[in-house]
């Protein structure tokens, strides 16, 4: 049974930091795309960082506009984790942070984790 499993959220002051891990199980993600999502209260997903192989054993990163700067996303595979370093957080970021994989050679993001909650005071 293929799982991701998102930890690391909790309530943290404006300007402090997380963060995130999403644990893989069931398959191996080497070569998968791993994206963090968010969802805020009234709010559609959006698109957070993204990890994604480009061949080999050679991987890119990309990120929203938004948290350019803030956040770093890194890939861990002997353990078949996905990190999220966030950094100078804002009340903006406040969220539920879900992280997908998406496997190479697909268009879709196939897997979910069921998400974790992130606060930001002011």
């Known amino acids: 049974q293929v799982q991701l499993v998102e930890s690391g959220g909790g309530l943290v002051q404006a300007g402090g930091s997380l963060r995130l891990s999403c644990a893989a199980s069931?398959?191996?993600?080497?070569?998968?795309?791993i994206g963090w999502f968010r969802q805020a209260p009234g709010k559609e997903r959006e698109f957070v960082a993204a990890h994604r192989w480009s061949g080999a054993n050679t991987y890119y990163a990309d990120y929203a506009d938004s948290v350019k700067g803030r956040f770093t996303i890194a890939r861990e595979n002997a353990k078949n984790t996905v990190y999220l370093q966030m950094n100078s957080l804002k009340p903006e970021d406040t969220a539920v942070y879900y992280c997908g994989a998406k496997p190479s050679g697909t268009d879709d993001y196939a897997y979910w984790g069921q998400g974790t909650q992130v606060t930001v005071s002011s």
């Open positions: 069931g398959r191996t993600f080497r070569t998968d795309a």
